[in-house]
Each structure stands twice: as C-alpha cells, then as structure tokens.
C-alpha cells in the first residue's frame, strides 16, 4: 500500500478535529455575543431605572419609596457586575476556543502538506518506472529485419 494511501486516515482525523474545534470555537462566539447582549440589556435597564428615580425624586418621594428604588438599582449594579463577570469569563472561552481551532488548522495544513509531497514523490517515482520500463523495450522497427 502507498504511503499517500496509508496517510489519508490521518488527515481525515486531523480535519474532522479542526472542524469540531471550529465549532466550538463558533458556539463560543454565540454564548460570548449573547452573555454581552444581556449585560447592555441590564445596563440599558438600570439607565432607564435612574432616570425614572430622578424624575419621581424631583417630583417627591417617599422615604420608603425612596428605599426601594435604591435597593433596586444596587440589584441591578450587583447583576451586571456578575454579568461583566460572566461576559469576561466567555471572553476568554473563546480566546481558548480560537487557540484551540488555530492550532489544528495549522496542524491540518501541515499534514496537507507533507502528503502532497509524498504524494509528489509517488508520482515521481511511477513516472521513472515508466520511463524505464519504455527504456527498457525492445525496438521493433526496421532494424531487427
């Protein structure tokens, strides 16, 4: 069996592995954008939340009302302050994620590579076969006559 032959399962592995590393690498995006997308939603929220406070303060509130919106606001400074955690966590999933699928990209392309020159090599090696075994024939033309 050929060398090329006998190397095609490898390169098989090493595609199928760049490409569940490039899914990963893609769903660690989608959690990423996603977990961002919930941390401007609470920030959004908490903006819009202060200013409610501030219009009903200057109108005049309630102690207690008073009370419980600032309790209020700092939950919702406690949930994005988790969620930037969470956001910086993601982010470096996905850094990971992108070393990951990098590595066996350029681990793939490698192995491409050295099968295309094994695979020149075969041919070169089939191409001097030929030429010797036309070398090699006998003439049979005029001059054995």
């Given at each position: 069996?050929k060398?090329?032959?006998?190397?095609?399962p490898?390169?098989?592995?090493?595609?199928?592995?760049?490409?569940?590393?490039?899914?990963?690498?893609?769903?660690?995006?989608?959690i990423?954008?996603e977990?961002?997308?919930?941390?401007?939603?609470?920030?959004?929220?908490?903006?819009?939340?202060?200013?409610?406070?501030?219009?009903?303060r200057?109108?005049?509130?309630?102690a207690?009302?008073?009370i419980?919106y600032?309790?209020?606001?700092?939950?919702?400074?406690?949930?994005?302050?988790?969620?930037r955690?969470?956001?910086?966590?993601?982010?470096?999933?996905?850094?990971?994620?992108?070393t990951?699928?990098?590595?066996?990209?350029?681990?793939?392309?490698?192995?491409?590579?050295?099968?295309?020159?094994?695979?020149?090599?075969?041919r070169?090696?089939?191409e001097?076969?030929?030429?010797?075994?036309?070398?090699?024939?006998?003439w049979?033309?005029?001059?054995?006559?």
């Amino acid at each position: 069996m050929k060398r090329s032959k006998r190397f095609a399962p490898i390169r098989r592995i090493a595609s199928t592995r760049e490409n569940q590393a490039a899914k990963r690498w893609s769903e660690a995006r989608k959690i990423e954008a996603e977990t961002r997308e919930r941390l401007q939603s609470l920030e959004h929220y908490l903006h819009e939340y202060r200013e409610g406070y501030h219009r009903a303060r200057a109108q005049g509130l309630a102690a207690r009302q008073m009370i419980e919106y600032q309790r209020f606001i700092a939950k919702l400074e406690a949930a994005i302050h988790e969620q930037r955690k969470s956001v910086a966590r993601c982010e470096d999933d996905s850094r990971r994620q992108q070393t990951q699928w990098e590595q066996r990209y350029r681990g793939r392309g490698a192995l491409d590579k050295l099968a295309g020159r094994i695979e020149a090599e075969e041919r070169q090696i089939e191409e001097k076969s030929a030429q010797r075994a036309m070398d090699d024939r006998p003439w049979r033309g005029g001059r054995g006559r």
